[in-house]
C-alpha cells in the first residue's frame, strides 16, 4: 500500500487535525471527532448534521459551511459514526429551532444515527430525519438493505441547507430534504478499486479489461462484471437503468462525479456524453455540476446522478454556499 | 488501460466539448481549442492567457473567468499548445489594454507561445510573458531547460487575474506574476505514474515500496527513488528542499496539491504535517489551499508549494474569483 499516511490507525484523526489547521471558518473536536461551522449553534436556524464512514471526501466534512451543513461525523474509514459521536455534533449545532439528520442508507448509519436521535430527543431537541438512498443500480447490498445512498447525498445537502440558511423550519427542510431523494437516481461504475488504510489492500479485483457497473462507493459488487466500453455506450447503459427507474419528466439536475482515481479531463468527456444522451431521449438539464465529490478513496471510477428539479430545487441549488468543497456566490 | 474515454484520439477535444456542454459561462471554441470567458474581450481590461499539454486539469480550463484566466489552450494531452491556437485565443480576448501569456517552464511551451506572442504583436497587440518555473526539486529535466513550472501556476493566475480584473495595468499584472513566481517553491513527490491515453500505460514503473521523490507534473524523474516513509518524514524533507532554495522571511501562502490519484483525505493529513512544521520553521502561514489543482491525469502524489506573499499579493488571493476550478467570494 502506498498511501501519504503516518500510521493506518491515525488516517482519520490526523486528517481531522489538518481540516482544523486549513479552515480557521471551521471548528472541529478531534476527540469526539465532529466538524462543526465556527459560528454554531446559530440561535433559531435549524441545523443539518450529516455524517457516514470517511474515504468519501470532500463528503461530508468539506460540505460544513454556511448553506450547506453544521456538521459532520466522520467515521473510521468505511465504518459509520458513532451515536455518542452523532449525538454530540448534534448538540453543538443545535439552536433551538431543531436538527436535520441526514443518513446515507446504510444498516449501520442508520442504526447510530436513530439512536443518536433517540438520546437527542430525550435532551429536549427535535431531530428529523432524511435517509438518501438514490443508488438505483442494486436493491440490498453488502452492508445495507434497500438502496444505497450515494451521489444525491451531495444534492440533498445542498438543497435543504439552503432551504435551513433562508430561515426554513424544521419540516420544511426536512421535507424538501426528503423530495430531493425520492427525485434522484444514481448509478456508478468502477475501473479499480480502492484501497483503505486498515486493509492495505484494493478491496476487491478486476481484471485489466473488466470493470464494475453498478459499484457502490464502498466497493460494493454491483450488477455484474463486463468488459470495459466506450464511454458513450457506458453512460447510455447507465442512463437508461437511471431513466428507467424513477419519472423524470422534467428538468433536472445532473451530477457527473468522480470516485477519487478519475481524472477530470474524463469527467468532462463523459459529461459531454451525458448531455448529448439526455438531449435525445428529451430530458432538460437545469443545471449541472462535473467533479470528484462522493469518492471512494482511491477509486477508478465514477457515478451519474439525475434528480427531477422542481423550480423551488432550482433556487435552492443556486444560493451561495461557503464549504470547502462546494463554493458559489457570496 | 482503463479509462472513460471513446477513442484515445479523440480525448482532449471531446472533454472540451463535454466543459463547452457544462458552463455556458464559458466559450468553447472546439476547432481551434481554446476556451475564453464568454464575455470576452472585455474593453479596456488586461487579458491572461494560460495553456499548456491537458492532463493536468483542473490547470488550466477550469480557471477561466471573472478574476483568473481569461482563456486557456490546451494542447493535447502532455503535449504543447500550437503557436495559431494560441494566437487565435490571445486575438479572441484582447480587449486593448494588451494580453499576458502565463507560459510554465517546458521548452515546446516557451517555445509556442513565443512564436505567439510574435504574431501577436505584429498584429499590434501587447503581450507580456511571464514563465512560471518554481520546481526547486531539479534544474533541467525531461522537457526543459532550467526549473519546470508546476504548482506555483495556479497562485500566478489566481493573483495576476486579481489584479487584472481591479484595472491594473499591463505591465503591473505582468510585474505581479512574476513576483509571486520568483517567490515560490515546489516539490512533488509520486507513488504512481498516471497512464496517457495515448501511450495505454503508465509513464514510469516504481516496485511497490518505492517513491518518486522531485517527480515532475509529466512523471519526469525527480532527484530520486526512494522507499516510501511516513507522510510526516516526507513532508519534512520537500519543505527542507523548498525552505533551502529560496527567502521564506515572513508569511506564506502553501498548496497542498493532489496529482490526480490521491484522496482529500491524505491531502488533509498532509496539511496538518506542514502546518506543524512550518510552525517549528517558524514560517507563519497566511493563507492556504488542499486540493487537486495541477495534477497528472491519474497519478497517485502530491505536491507542496510555498509562496512568500506579500500582503498586496495576500489581498489579490483573497479577492473573488468565479472559475469551475476554483471560486470564492462574490
Keep these: 500500500m502506498k498511501k501519504f499516511i503516518n500510521d493506518p490507525a491515525d488516517v482519520v484523526a490526523q486528517a481531522l487535525a489538518g481540516i482544523a489547521a486549513a479552515h480557521p471558518e471551521l471548528r472541529v473536536d478531534v476527540e469526539e471527532q465532529y466538524i462543526v461551522r465556527a459560528d454554531a449553534p446559530r440561535p433559531g436556524k435549524v441545523a443539518l448534521v ?44 443545535d439552536g433551538g429551532a431543531g436538527v436535520v439528520h441526514i443518513v446515507k442508507n446504510y444498516t449501520g448509519d442508520v442504526l447510530n444515527f436513530q439512536l443518536a436521535a433517540e438520546l437527542a430527543t430525550d435532551e429536549g431537541i427535535s431531530v428529523e430525519t432524511v435517509l438518501v438512498d438514490d443508488d438505483v443500480a442494486v436493491e440490498d447490498s453488502t452492508w445495507t438493505a434497500g438502496r444505497r445512498g450515494t451521489g444525491a447525498t451531495l ?20 421535507a424538501i430534504g426528503r423530495e430531493v431523494n425520492a427525485a434522484s437516481g444514481s448509478f456508478a461504475y468502477a475501473l479499480t478499486a480502492g484501497t483503505t488504510p486498515a486493509a492495505g489492500r484494493p478491496g476487491f479485483e478486476l481484471p485489466a479489461d473488466e470493470i464494475e457497473a453498478g459499484v457502490g462507493i464502498h466497493g460494493e459488487p ?3 462484471r463486463e ?18 427507474a424513477k419519472s423524470f419528466d422534467g428538468p433536472v439536475i445532473v451530477l ?58 432550482i433556487r435552492l441549488w443556486d444560493a451561495p454556499a461557503r464549504t470547502p468543497g462546494l463554493h458559489r456566490g457570496a
Excluded: W
Excluded at 71 to 83: I, L, N, R, Y
Excluded at 156 to 165: D, F, L, S, T
Design 155 to 174: 444534492l440533498v445537502e445542498k438543497i435543504a441547507g439552503a432551504r435551513a440558511e433562508e430561515g426554513g423550519k424544521l419540516a420544511e427542510v426536512a
Design 50 to 93: 450529516s455524517g457516514g464512514g470517511s474515504g468519501h471526501e470532500p463528503l461530508h466534512s468539506g460540505f460544513v459551511g454556511p448553506g450547506m451543513l453544521d456538521a459532520a461525523c466522520p467515521g473510521e474509514v468505511f465504518t459509520s459514526p458513532v451515536p455518542y459521536q452523532i449525538l454530540a455534533a448534534t448538540k453543538a449545532v
Design 227 to 244: 468488459k470495459l466500453r466506450p464511454a458513450r455506450d457506458l453512460v447510455r447503459s447507465a442512463l437508461d437503468v437511471i431513466l428507467d
Design 222 to 224: 454491483g450488477r455484474r
Design 256 to 313: 457527473v462525479n468522480g470516485l477519487g482515481g478519475t481524472p477530470l479531463i474524463e469527467l468532462y468527456l463523459v459529461y459531454g456524453e451525458v448531455a448529448e444522451y439526455l438531449a435525445e431521449r428529451g430530458v432538460p438539464i437545469a443545471r449541472r455540476l462535473v467533479g470528484n465529490y462522493v469518492t471512494s478513496l482511491d477509486m477508478a471510477g465514477m457515478s451519474l446522478t439525475l434528480c427531477r428539479a422542481t423550480d423551488e430545487m
